[in-house]
């Protein structure tokens, strides 16, 4: 009964929550600067990255790409748009030095060196966006209270089975379980697919400089900034992410590096989370009453939970994008609860993430540090966008 009460109460929330709303453009539209930090590039990079040359924005915008190696393939990408938008105030950076284990805010930091506006954006590499996006989001800062405005993100590519998994935790839950716990405290962290700041808000945290080591630098620059006063704003527009193709064993990776993080950020939530797997413990009362009770009435209502739980998943995942390709077989929502109760047990048996083939544990305090037998150089990991903020009991 509990799980399905925390199941309804994450569908009534995000069912209250003005998804896709419109903001009207701001009459003097600030002027803002663009972050990309770059590494490698797939057959969908350069449309993820032309969408922010075209924004239909009256402000003025200066947009920095930065990358860490010069012989990048990304950079020839680049390249090649600043030719096709030559009139745009943007241009190529190769942040060569390495400032932290976090190589994502190590080009950040560098970027934000030459950044030459009052509002920072920071986007991921792999995120689209509406022609109208930063009309829609700026408007946000007009409240002197908030500090640091976050949007939602869709995956928006599952090419198979296994992204499916990925796309129903994401489209699905994670973004309703944002909302939900926005109904028991203010937002205290931050989404790392699109962050926008106040530069002068960033500088009270120590810039992007205090951020160089750890791995879910959106949460910590989320609060950080709550903890000197701000507020955290969830804009209604939601953005597109797409990824790489992943296989299963990609995806579990890529799952359990979310968990472990999430479970050194927020330790007491996380564990408590496994009581809202709205499959499994209905599954549990299924499997106990044919072994052992054989009570009708209660095989009906167990059965009938997993049920509605199916579709609440597919009702809020076709709530969060209008395009119903994106809405995940049914099949796979109890099939993905079943997998995520494996990977919260897995979660507490290491603090080791993998991080594009390198290892890296994550200690205390959420920071990174090197695993490394040969004693070589630490790592660089990118960023992992903070996830599946947990609504315990």
Not at 160 to 171: G, P
Not at 195 to 213: K, N, P, V, Y
Not at 264 to 289: D, E, K
Request: net charge positive; charged share 20%; hydrophobic share 45%.
């Amino acid at each position: 009964m509990l799980s399905f009460a925390l199941v309804i109460w994450q569908w009534l929330a995000a069912v209250r929550f003005p998804l896709h709303q419109r903001q009207s453009p701001a009459i003097h539209p600030p002027a803002i600067t663009l972050l990309k930090p770059l590494k490698g590039c797939n057959a969908t990079t350069k449309d993820s990255l032309r969408c922010w040359l075209t924004q239909a924005y009256s402000g003025k915008t200066q947009i920095l790409f930065g990358v860490a190696d010069a012989a990048d393939p990304v950079c020839e990408v680049v390249r090649g748009l600043l030719q096709e938008f030559p009139g745009q105030d943007a241009q190529l950076i190769i942040c060569s030095e390495s400032l932290g284990r976090n190589g994502k805010v190590s080009s950040l930091i560098q970027m934000e060196r030459q950044a030459k506006y009052g509002l920072i954006l920071a986007s991921d590499a792999d995120v689209r966006v509406a022609p109208d996006f930063l009309e829609q989001i700026v408007p946000h800062l007009d409240d002197p209270k908030v500090g640091l405005v976050n949007c939602f993100y869709r995956l928006a590519n599952p090419l198979n089975r296994a992204m499916h998994w990925e796309t129903i935790a994401v489209n699905a839950d994670f973004w309703s379980q944002v909302v939900q716990s926005t109904t028991l405290k203010a937002p205290d962290f931050a989404m790392g697919a699109v962050m926008l700041t106040r530069r002068s808000a960033l500088a009270e945290i120590g810039g992007f400089t205090a951020l160089a080591d750890c791995l879910a630098d959106d949460y910590q620059l989320g609060r950080r900034l709550t903890e000197k006063g701000h507020r955290i704003a969830l804009g209604s527009v939601v953005v597109e992410c797409w990824d790489q193709p992943m296989n299963w064993q990609e995806v579990w990776i890529h799952q359990l590096r979310w968990a472990r993080t999430i479970r050194v950020c927020q330790p007491l939530p996380y564990f408590l989370s496994i009581l809202a797997n709205g499959t499994l413990w209905p599954l549990l009362w299924l499997i106990a009453n044919c072994l052992f009770i054989h009570n009708p009435v209660m095989f009906l209502v167990a059965a009938g939970f997993i049920l509605g739980r199916i579709l609440i998943a597919w009702d809020l995942q076709r709530r969060f994008t209008p395009d119903r390709d994106l809405v995940s077989p049914h099949w796979l929502v109890p099939v993905k609860d079943l997998l995520n109760f494996l990977i919260w047990c897995h979660s507490f048996m290491s603090n080791t993430v993998e991080w594009r083939g390198q290892q890296m544990r994550l200690s205390g305090d959420g920071t990174l540090i090197s695993v490394n037998a040969q004693g070589s150089k630490p790592g660089l990991a990118r960023n992992e966008r903070f996830a599946r903020p947990t609504v315990s009991a």
